[in-house]
């Protein structure tokens, strides 16, 4: 019989590569969010335009048992959404809502596969001061103080998944991604994230780009093709999680410009302006992933911003899809082993 997935937050960036993904290994594929893909077609069987805040909505597509859920949906963007605090009531209400309905609806059709889409914005501000040294091990998150508002709803919707996972005998994974980025992602509009910003203001400049802040604070960045790796290795092993999915290739922001500039042969200043920065630094602690799965990401950073830039400045010039370089395919997943 013919496996099936659902994938909540379909129409967004990460959920779309998902799907793509599910569809290569012969997965029925319902996908569901607000929109369709902004950039290209959708490739799942079905696509539900849902309000999953709705619980009649949630209960309607999550209409049967599904081999595996993933929840992608919502309400999240980058540094100029995030931190400003004009977003936070509806930030933590949209999420939270989300993550109460799907649970409740999945428990009612029991499907009780499900894989949790958490944030490395759920770390603790104060190990996060040195832009240097960063702590961001899976245990170092308690005692918890998030950056922002929205880190501290994926850190309550964490604990909801374990706790359904504990008290109604649900078989959950949860991860916690450092920053995705690739083609097909929002660049523009004030969600999108600093890579495609960069990549946006590189492309469209003729002598110079402004960047938030002195350009010092420090970032890791994951290409999506080892996001949607380590989603499904993660979802198919023994382990529950909370782990890291990210990239432990470090940089400044200024570094990340920098690498942007030389990718687009251009000459370009780069200019420092006020502007909201999150915490100081954040790099992926991949250690208990190494541990648990046998894996971590490997990309090189440079790769990746290649093949993203191309695809960002033919957007901003030309507002239509381009082929973008075609990476070396990364390790199959590990068969599936069934949870203990």
């Known amino acids: 019989m013919q496996r099936a997935a659902l994938v909540l937050g379909a129409g967004g960036f990460i959920g779309s590569h998902l799907v793509k993904r599910l569809k290569q290994e012969k997965f029925w594929v319902r996908g569901v969010d607000l929109k369709y893909p902004e950039f290209s077609q959708t490739e799942a069987d079905d696509f539900v ?58 428990r009612r059709r029991n ?51 374990l706790a359904y996972a504990r008290n109604y005998g649900f078989d959950v994974s949860v991860a916690r991604f450092h920053n995705i980025f690739g083609p097909e992602g929002t660049w523009t509009g004030g ?7 960069i990549c946006r203001k590189v492309a469209a400049a003729t002598n110079h780009i402004e960047i938030w802040g002195d350009g010092q604070q420090t970032r890791s ?48 200043e780069i200019r420092h302006i006020p502007g909201p920065t999150g915490v100081r630094g954040r790099n992926s602690d991949n250690t208990l992933i190494q541990e648990k799965l046998g894996w971590q990401p490997m990309r090189p950073l440079s790769e990746g911003l290649r093949s993203t830039f191309a695809w960002v400045s033919n957007q901003v010039h030309h507002n239509a899809p381009t082929k973008v370089p075609v990476l070396e395919p990364i390790r199959p997943v590990h068969p599936e082993r069934k949870r203990a």
């Open 221 to 268: 960045f994951l290409y999506i093709d080892e996001c949607v790796e380590g989603i499904l290795r993660l979802m198919r092993s023994d382990f529950a999680g909370p782990v890291n999915i990210g990239s432990d290739e470090m940089v400044t922001i200024r570094k990340l410009a920098e690498m942007i500039i030389a990718i687009s042969g251009k000459k370009l």
């Open 111 to 161: 499907s009780r596969k499900l894989f949790y889409s958490s944030s490395a914005c759920m770390y603790p501000a104060y190990n996060q001061e040195d832009a240097d040294n960063p702590m961001t091990a899976e245990a170092s998150a308690y005692p918890a103080a998030p950056d922002s508002e929205y880190g501290w709803e994926k850190l309550f919707s964490e604990r909801l998944f």
């Open 191 to 197: 969600k999108e994230k600093a890579p495609a910003a």
């Open 49 to 106: 335009i849902a309000d999953l805040r709705d619980p009649v909505m949630c209960r309607e597509v999550i209409d049967r048992k599904f081999d595996e859920i993933y929840q992608l949906a919502a309400d999240m963007g980058g540094a100029g959404y995030i931190f400003t605090g004009e977003n936070d009531a509806d930030i933590m209400h949209n999420s939270a809502t989300i993550n109460l309905n799907v649970l409740d609806s999945a």
